[in-house]
C-alpha cells in the first residue's frame, strides 16, 4: 500500500490544480464580460471545489441553477 502513496498524492495535487485552472478560466471569462450572466456546466466533483474557489473572489456573485428565477 506505502507503494500507492505517491500516485495517490499525485493524483490529488493534479485535481487540485485542474480546479484551479477551471476557476481562473471562470474568473477570466467573467471580467471579459462584465455584468453578464456566466453558466458554468461541469461534472459535479467539481462543484464543491470550484464553488470554495470563486467565492474567493468579490466581483463575482455565486448561484445554483435552483436559485435563478428568471
Known amino acids: 500500500m506505502k507503494d500507492l502513496i505517491p500516485e495517490f498524492k499525485f493524483f490529488s ?3 487540485k490544480e485542474r480546479n484551479e485552472v477551471m476557476a481562473k478560466n471562470i474568473v477570466e471569462a467573467a471580467r471579459k ?3 453578464q450572466r456566466i453558466v458554468v ?3 459535479s466533483e ?3 471545489m470550484l464553488r ?3 467565492a474567493k473572489d468579490e466581483n463575482l456573485t ?3 441553477f435552483y436559485e435563478i428565477s428568471d
Open 13 to 15: 495535487d493534479e485535481w
Open 33 to 35: 464580460n462584465p455584468s
Open 41 to 43: 456546466l461541469c461534472g
Open 46 to 48: 467539481h462543484r464543491y
Open 52 to 54: 470554495n474557489l470563486l
Open 62 to 64: 455565486l448561484k445554483e
